[in-house]
Nanobody, 118 residues
Framework: QVQLVESGGGLVQAGGSLRLSCAAS????????MYWYRQAPGKQRELVAG???????NYADPVKGRFTISRDNAKKTVYLQMNSLQPEDTAVYYC????????????WGQGTQVTVSS
């Protein structure tokens, strides 16, 4: 099994920055994709960004140019640097992992709240 633990959420004013971390433990496979998703109140969970073991990244349009996903494979940790935060970024942010052989996300973290005040 894989355990994912997020940290770094909090309350920030619009225009501010936060960095989220997600530490993975357990049976981590070498080839995987790690993601950040978010879910705002009353909305569906949406993909924010993803990064492969090799460092290839992708981003949702609303966060392009503001958010940066990165990972440290030695530390089994993925990060999400969030700059120029806006109130619409307010959500619970979830870390997720998919093995490269799987068709969909297999493991989820418990989530961390990010609140951006105007």
């Amino acid at each position: 099994q894989v355990q994912l633990v997020e940290s770094g959420g909090g309350l920030v004013q619009a225009g501010g920055s936060l960095r989220l971390s997600c530490a993975a433990s357990g049976r981590i496979f070498s080839f995987n994709v790690m993601y950040w998703y978010r879910q705002a109140p009353g909305k569906q969970r949406e993909l924010v960004a993803g990064i492969t073991s090799g460092g290839t990244t992708n981003y949702a349009d609303p966060v392009k140019g503001r958010f940066t996903i990165s990972r440290d494979n030695a530390k089994k940790t993925v990060y999400l640097q969030m700059n120029s935060l806006q109130p619409e970024d307010t959500a619970v942010y979830y870390c997720a992992l998919r093995r490269i052989t799987a068709a969909q996300v297999e493991f989820w973290g418990q989530g961390t709240q990010v609140t951006v005040s105007s």
